[in-house]
């Protein structure tokens, strides 16, 4: 199983941060490797989609489910294409007016041991990566 995390404060609502972070319809618009979203199913409190993702020289196509406990947290779970079981953590915690604790977890075991190693080895950069470019996102949408 490969677990990776990251975390920091950021200055923004957590209210606005969670809401940037549920919009997974528009992950293919920032998020690199993200190509597509369909939603195939959408509750109150949750979404299902198909989902095709890239990293590194490899692209899937996988089904996941988003569960929302706005504005405290979302999880992530998939349990295809390559993913023998996928978990992606959010956690949202206020610590001031206008600033957020968010801490990512992502968790995920792959079919193949052999692209579990390589896996493993690109979601360090991918996970910090990953809160880069949603910590930039969030900072541009706060601004307008």
């Not at 989609?49 to 590194?56: I, M, R």
């Amino acid at each position: 199983m490969i677990r990776r995390t990251a975390q920091g404060v950021l200055p923004h609502p957590c209210e606005h941060i969670f809401t940037v972070i549920a919009d997974v319809e528009r992950y293919p618009e920032f998020v690199p490797g993200w190509r597509e979203v369909r939603v195939l199913e959408r509750g109150e409190r949750r979404v299902r989609v198909e989902q095709a993702f890239a990293l590194g020289p490899m692209q899937w196509r996988f089904e996941s489910e988003a569960r929302f406990d706005p504005p405290r947290g979302i999880d992530i779970e998939a349990g295809s294409g390559p993913f023998e079981s996928l978990l992606v953590r959010w956690r949202f915690e206020r610590v001031g007016p206008d600033a957020c604790r968010v801490a990512l977890e992502v968790r995920a075991t792959l079919h193949s041991p052999a692209l579990e190693a390589l896996y493993g080895a690109l979601l360090d950069r991918q996970t910090s990566g990953l809160w880069d470019v949603f910590a930039r996102r969030i900072a541009t949408l706060h601004a307008a």
